[in-house]
């Protein structure tokens, strides 16, 4: 199929887990003849869900790429996973659609990742829709459902259509003349519709206030777009993927109501021009320069490194040749494909609003912006506020073999996603992953084992402390070492205080000497040996932060004085000034947010307390759930995950991120610093 621009519709599929967005991925291929057998999660034989990792769980664990036609359009679907440990799958993909269509389980409603997921779709100034997925079951409650979504998410969700015929089937509300939906009534419910969409301007308004049969479907359109761009209207829908009822309707809403690359927002990039930042925005034209946007990185065991790209201006071809970031030497693109699920099929060229992967160029990072001028070197996305990732595991290389192959693939693995971390810590002489929960984690080291034949042994890591001072003080050391030739000598004064907690860098050195006693080419080695102590610590051999350093004095020999002398002697000096300054412990704090039933809300909120926990406040949402947010220690949370399952019969969940550092109790930074054993230095 040929198709433009304005031809285009990208959308992903997000919300919580198990509300069947992978299914109604499945549904769509089928019914747009994209795909000939409708395949099962629990069968393993769905599109989207293609690796062996996701098989094995029964769920998505990686954002996948479909796309197919309907009716004269061309439809790029990104299907993403809904568990909190793969947030940021989910958030990657935002940058390269226009509408986020969030899919809610008819029978468990609003769930946690529902709502993180809608407020950053928001704040992405993304157009939203709902889709009430699985109204095939029984028991439900759809208009009190309905409710608790208008409720959780405000006035402006809106059904565009309604549940009919017992919900084997919807009735249209936007174009219908008339139908018998299962609640509600057809005239009461297109009212409220017609009504949000008309609000939006008030020229159109008076047209429908005085003969709504005169609003030709143009206007109409128009209007939708405008509220659809500026969340004054977010369409409910349902469907049931397992059924296929509502899937005709969905897909005509796809193709008549999302907007295409032209009327949507466009995404924000910045750039950066004679030292000035300013927000830039990309045009949806073929025919200017290409700026091109790299949200996805994975390797495929055929094809090797295919890298995920959204063409925001302009037509990348096969056989262009662009910039990526301020590189100066070209990258020559290759293979261009489009992609559905595993398979791909090369094309010629993408237009601008097209979504598709280039194969084998290994300088591809995620969030890479590929251009044709020197002078878009500076622009970039605005960043996504992906989660710090906290959970932590410490691997240790099964055999000699595994640990030659253990590097490489973790750095393979953390380029395909940015909120996989991986750490060694010189302070515990540890090999640290870190992700956003213990499933993220697992799958990573299922992956190091299919992938890259890499078997590990994990146990808990030791806390990342920080070493800081919280007093001011002066410290001194004369280094002299005489071997019978040329000797060493440096002698340093210096004083160290506190900077405060929201400094850039944490660290400050200072030249305060005069009248030469130390000579100004010394100084960078003086440095040198404080830097050493900040990245060993001075008590507990954890890393040093929040201090300013002021070199005052010293004295230095014409013939002995060389740059390792100060080294040693800066090192120490800093050494002696930081045990007189009071210095500190810090853990880190995180912020946890809670989701479980109301009546479990007593049994959280003692528990987090008794893990020095704070209790920020608690909100009783939608559906009988409480959310309830807390700061707390990292190191007491190290196995909240059981035991949160455990006290809410497994109900429960909880994400949390990174806060802030605190000072340790006064018997905890005791232990720590009695069970650090530092090196003798050799001079």
Not at 49 to 55: S, T, V
Not at 149 to 172: H, M, Q, S
Not at 185 to 200: G, S
Not at 349 to 360: F, Q, S, W
Request: hydrophobic share 35%; proline share 6%.
């Amino acid at each position: 199929m040929a198709y433009t621009t304005a031809d285009i519709r990208n959308i992903a599929l997000v919300g919580h887990s198990h509300a069947g967005k992978t299914s109604l991925a499945e549904r769509l291929l089928v019914d747009t003849k994209a795909k000939g057998r409708l395949g099962t999660v629990d069968e393993g034989n769905t599109t989207c869900d293609y690796e062996a990792e996701e098989k094995a769980h029964k769920h998505s664990l990686n954002s996948a790429l479909v796309h197919f036609d309907h009716d004269g359009r061309h439809i790029n679907l990104i299907d993403t996973p809904g568990s909190p440990d793969f947030y940021g799958q989910a958030l990657t993909s935002l940058p390269a659609v226009e509408t986020t269509c969030v899919v809610i389980d008819a029978v468990a409603g609003v769930q946690m990742n529902t709502r993180r997921l809608m407020k950053m779709a928001e704040e992405r100034r993304l157009p939203r829709m709902i889709v009430i997925n699985k109204i095939d079951h029984d028991n439900i409650d759809l208009p009190g459902l309905l409710n608790r979504v208008r409720e959780t998410f405000g006035p402006a969700c809106v059904p565009i259509n309604l549940p009919t015929k017992g919900a084997t089937d919807v009735v249209d509300l936007l174009e219908a003349e008339s139908g018998s939906p299962d609640f509600s009534t057809f005239e009461e419910a297109r009212t409220q519709l017609l009504d949000q969409i008309v609000e939006v301007d008030e020229a159109l308004m008076a047209v429908y206030l005085e003969d709504p049969k005169k609003i030709s479907d143009a206007q109409l359109h128009a209007a939708i777009e405008k509220a659809l761009r500026e969340s004054h209207l977010i369409p409910v829908c349902f469907c049931s993927a397992q059924t296929g009822a509502g899937i005709d309707d969905l897909l005509h809403i796809f193709t008549h109501v999302c907007p295409n690359p032209l009327e949507g927002n466009p995404r924000p990039f910045q750039h950066t021009s004679e030292g000035e930042e300013s927000e830039w925005h990309a045009e949806a034209d073929s025919s200017k320069p290409v700026v091109a946007h790299v949200f996805k990185v994975t390797t495929d065991p055929f094809v090797g490194k295919l890298s995920f790209f959204r063409v925001h201006q302009g037509t990348v071809k096969a056989s262009s040749q662009l910039l990526l970031g301020d590189q100066k030497k070209p990258l020559r693109i290759g293979h261009i494909f489009k992609v559905i699920g595993k398979d791909h099929t090369e094309v010629k060229e993408l237009i601008a609003g097209d979504i598709g992967a280039v194969a084998k160029l290994d300088d591809l990072r995620w969030n890479g912006v590929l251009h044709e001028s020197h002078e878009m070197d500076d622009l970039r996305l605005k960043p996504l506020p992906l989660p710090r990732p906290m959970s932590g595991l410490a691997l240790v290389a099964k055999s000699r073999n595994d640990e030659t192959k253990i590097g490489a693939a973790l750095q393979k693995l953390a380029e395909e996603d940015p909120t996989f971390h991986v750490e060694r810590v010189a302070s515990t002489h540890e090999l640290v992953i870190r992700g956003l929960g213990d499933l993220h984690l697992r799958v990573m080291i299922e992956k190091l084992k299919n992938h890259f034949g890499v078997e590990v042994e994990t146990h808990p890591p030791k806390v990342a402390y920080k070493e800081t001072i919280r007093g001011k003080a002066e410290g001194h050391h004369r280094h002299k070492k005489q071997t019978g030739g040329a000797g060493q000598f440096g002698e340093v004064y210096l004083r160290v205080e506190p900077l405060p907690h929201d400094h850039e860098t944490g660290f400050e050195f200072a030249d305060e000497t005069f009248g030469g006693s130390v000579p100004k080419q010394f100084l960078p080695a003086i440095e040198k040996g404080v830097r050493k102590v900040l990245e060993t610590g001075a008590i507990a051999g954890f890393p040093l932060t929040g201090v300013r350093v002021a070199v005052y004095d010293g004295k230095h020999h014409p013939v002995d004085s060389k740059e390792v002398a100060f080294v040693t002697a800066g090192k120490k000096a800093f050494i002696d000034a930081v045990s007189k300054a009071k210095p500190a412990l810090l853990e880190p704090f995180v912020n946890i947010e809670v989701t479980a039933p109301n009546n479990h809300m007593g049994d959280i909120t003692s528990d987090l307390i008794s893990k020095r926990g704070r209790i920020v406040n608690t909100d009783i949402g939608a559906g009988d759930l409480c959310v309830i947010h807390a700061q707390a220690p990292l190191s007491e949370l190290m196995q909240y995950s059981n035991q949160l399952k455990s006290m809410t019969q497994g109900i429960g969940s909880f994400v949390i991120d990174y806060s802030h550092d605190e000072e340790t109790p006064p018997n905890v930074q005791a232990e720590v610093v009695a069970a650090y054993s530092p090196q003798a230095d050799e001079d």
